[in-house]
């Protein structure tokens, strides 16, 4: 079993999604390194909301790009945010829910858990 590091409850990180195929690394987890700049730790439950503010700042998560293998976003699919687009919509009144358990601790370097908390949920099994 390869090592992927800790969630933000300090236990083994879970899986985000496998449908869509999430990660930094397509991996299915948010885990993360030197190379992601945009420290895509948060699992998180995509809702319109969100994917409507997302595409307002300039990253529209909604439609697919084929050439990139990315289906587009639905609300209801898990997917690893970059954690400081997480906390830019926390800001705003619009942050998605979060699954805490496939949530990388490098989460908490950019958000505090309490904001975690309390958007969270329970990782769908």
């Not at 390194?33 to 420290?39: C, N, T, V, Y």
């Not at 730790?41 to 790009?65: H, I, K, Q």
Request: glycine letters at 10%.
């Amino acid at each position: 079993m390869t090592y992927r590091g800790l969630n933000v409850l300090g236990t083994p990180i879970q899986d985000c999604s496998h449908n869509p195929l999430t990660g930094f690394t397509r991996s299915g987890c948010c885990e993360t390194g030197a190379e992601d700049r945009g420290s895509h730790t948060v699992c998180a439950l995509m809702t319109a909301e969100f994917l409507t503010f997302s595409r307002s700042r300039g990253n529209d998560l909604s439609t697919p790009a084929p050439e990139y293998g990315f289906p587009g976003l639905q609300p209801g699919d898990q997917w690893c945010l970059c954690a400081a687009r997480w906390l830019e919509a926390y800001g705003a009144g619009c942050a998605p829910q979060i699954l805490l358990e496939a949530t990388h601790e490098k989460a908490l370097d950019i958000i505090p858990l309490a904001a975690l908390k309390e958007h969270a949920q329970t990782l769908a099994s």
